[in-house]
């Protein structure tokens, strides 16, 4: 199980972008890397390519982070957290905030 998943709030902390807060849109787990919603905004500059229809001129995207450039946003407490994770009766799996202890989903 990953310590963050598509659509968990998460901050940013180190970096260019550093402190911004985003919804995880893409997780890249064999990559080790995450695209967040409005942070980390690049330009491209492209031309059109043959027949191909592809959009021209200056494109601006989300480029991935790293994961561990990130932290989980606690919906609970509404803080940055780590994650530690607890195996219930059923053999079930989940995530819960070190901060105050809730569980994540």
């Known amino acids: ?24 849109r893409i997780v890249l787990p064999k990559e080790g890397r995450v695209v967040i919603s409005g942070v980390n905004l690049v330009k491209r500059h492209q031309k059109p390519t043959g027949r191909v229809r592809t959009q021209a001129g200056i494109i601006e995207f989300e480029a991935p982070l790293r994961l561990s450039n990130v ?35």
């Open 71 to 105: 932290a989980l946003v606690c919906p609970r407490c509404n803080q940055r957290t780590k994650v530690a994770f607890r195996i219930d009766g059923e053999g079930k799996k989940s995530r819960l905030c070190k901060r105050c202890g809730e569980p994540i989903d």
């Open 1 to 24: 199980m990953n310590r963050i998943k598509r659509g968990d709030t998460v901050e940013v902390i180190t970096g260019e972008s550093r402190g911004e807060r985003g919804a995880v």
